[in-house]
């Protein structure tokens, strides 16, 4: 593969803290050389050019949540639509859940997606493979083979590992290998026949409400757990102020410990719901005012390492019906970098620590080589223009499915150009040039 | 009575109180007045609905609500087809959605639905041309019977405004008491919670109630007693430890009905659970109680409900160049 030349870009690598004007250089699929200086004596001859007019040059995006369809579910998403939608989202990395059909839960299983995704995915795709075989919650998953075969960290997805005995021995035999235990926290006694935050709209709509308390009891079992067995624990996505000060007080005392925030607890709060919006119904449920502002809070203070967006593709109907009985999660690849930019727009987070939790924070955690703009690191690359107001419509999705509660939202800064391995995989069709 | 809305009804569909303001309250309830002196006739039949059709879709069973919604139709003069979940597609595994559009491929001219699902009414009414009237969703709504209680309680006391209320039992799963609570805040009443706090909405203080745990104390000088239903799978350990310890602390019976006024009245939706809920003598006593009142008004209501709705679409629709409406 040719080398390129990116000049004239605003160059954001969080991993250094570099945020400067200058000119980055791939070749054979990787970063080969980036600074200010760069290209001071001309740019050498037989090097492509690309002029980023100004536009930010920054790591592609890494999405540590992403549900698809595959197997067992294409006619939802695939792992080839999900990675054009990520790819016009910016996201160069995503790493696919394991309640798929059937469960991500052994060697064989974590090869198939590694196959599929090098055939068929435009973009990077890693899987998270199962903590226990079937997501049961009861036998544990061969952690170390599918580790060695590419898992890069394990979960049962959109379920808690109930037994407390049973996530003692799993963060406990995955500290013997330094796995990452990414965990759902939910206590489901509690959350129960829940559809919805609990709280006054749920009163009002009547339909069962999940509390608050069944992630805060979650959270702090678990930290115990992680105290007593030294497991790294990444708390799957955070939606309340007391799980936030729970973990913060982990943080406190030095366990390993982190976690993440989907983009619908900050973007939206329960009174998206309305009447009955099934596409407001997610995982975590969408909570109250107070609890959105403590995201942006958790994220600010840098209690809450990452943002993720949570990609649920449903299709119409399993949508379309009464708010107690529709499928759970809204679609999230395409608009998670122009909704967390809210965040910086809007004065709350510094535009390199929140792209820090789209990239190089993920790929601490999962031990990735991306996520920084640096000489060994792969060519993933994201050029984009933090300004550009848009507005998000949901006929222009890449994605299979349109379960998007943002239809019509307007939005600023969009993805110029994605690049993974040093190949143009998205390039935005409305900008002109 | 005088603030009727010049435009008359102005709602396609009765989904729920919720949106309603007093005057479209007081409008079904001055109409249903009338109803209730025609229903005492021998003849009570009127053409006011002739040639229209009434769908009742029950996915859940009912006797009483569909009964009287059945009976008001046919007093209006419409042709009123009954159809229940063991009976239909639903069961096959055909979709609300699915179903609304075979519905609305009828003509039905209103459709009176009951949903174990909250929203669920809402939903269907998206799919269909003609009027939805919501016979009860899940736990959200069930706007007929608190109409139906407020006619029952306006004929009884003359008016709703500045009247206590207080509605005792089941709230957290009930919605007679969700669209109870609504109807008489708009109209004015002062409403009181009375449950054990397992069968309380844990927001319930910003629904403008007063929340009472002690029943002795909640009764105290109230106008209106509404019990509400204990159902049985919710009484043996789940919410409350047993239907004994229930009615000892929750049940209505004389010696905690004396801290009310002395002309309160009982009130319920029925069915009854006679030693559970309520006592059986003061369920029956003719002085206190107006449940079978309730029963009588219900008919009126719903009445009162198909005409105004009814009025949304004329008698005699135009008819387009290929017999189709317009």
Redo the contacts between chains.
Sequence with gaps: MSATAYTNARLIDPASGLDSLGALLTNDGQIADLGPGLFAGGIPDGVEVVDCGGRVLCPGLIDMRVFVGEPGAEHKETLASASLAAAAGGVTCIIVQPNTDPVIDDVALVEYIKRQARDKAVVRIHPMAAITKGLCGEKMAELGLMAQADAVAFTDADRAVADAQVMRRVLSYASAFNLLICHYPEERTLARNGVMN???V????????I?TQAETIMVERDLRLVEMTGGRYHAACLSTAQAIEALAVGKARGLPVSAAAAVHSFALNETAVG??RTFAKTAPPLRDEADRQAVVAGLAGGIIDVICSCHDPQDV?SK??????AATGIIGLETMLPLALELYHNGAIGLSDLLAKMTWRPAQLLGLRGGKLSPDAPADLLIFDPDKPWRIDEDNFHSKAKNTPYHGRPVQGRPWRTVVGGRVVYSDPNSGD | MSDISPNGFPFRHLLGIEGLSPSDITEILDLADQYVTQNRQVDKKRSILSGRTQINLFFETSTRTRTSFELAGKRLGADVINMTATASAIKKGETLIDTAATLNAMHPDALVVRHPNSGAVALLSQKMDCSVINAGDGSHEHPTQALLDALTIRRRLGHLHGLTVAICGDILHSRVARSNIMLLNIMGAHVRAIAPPTLLPGAMDRMGVEVFHDMTEGLRDVDIVMMLRLQNERMNGAYVPSTREYYHFFGLDSAKLAKAKQEALIMHPGPMNRGVEIDSELADDINRSVIREQVEMGVAVRMAVLDLLSRQTSNQPPVGPEGTTT
Excluded: T
């Excluded at chain 1, 749920?202 to 409400?209: D, I, K, V, Y």
């Excluded at chain 1, 379309?320 to 009985?325: A, G, I, K, Q």
């Design positions: 609990a709280g006054e749920a009163m009002r709509l009547g339909l069962p409400g509390p009447e009955y109907e379309r019906l009464p708010f107690e009985l």
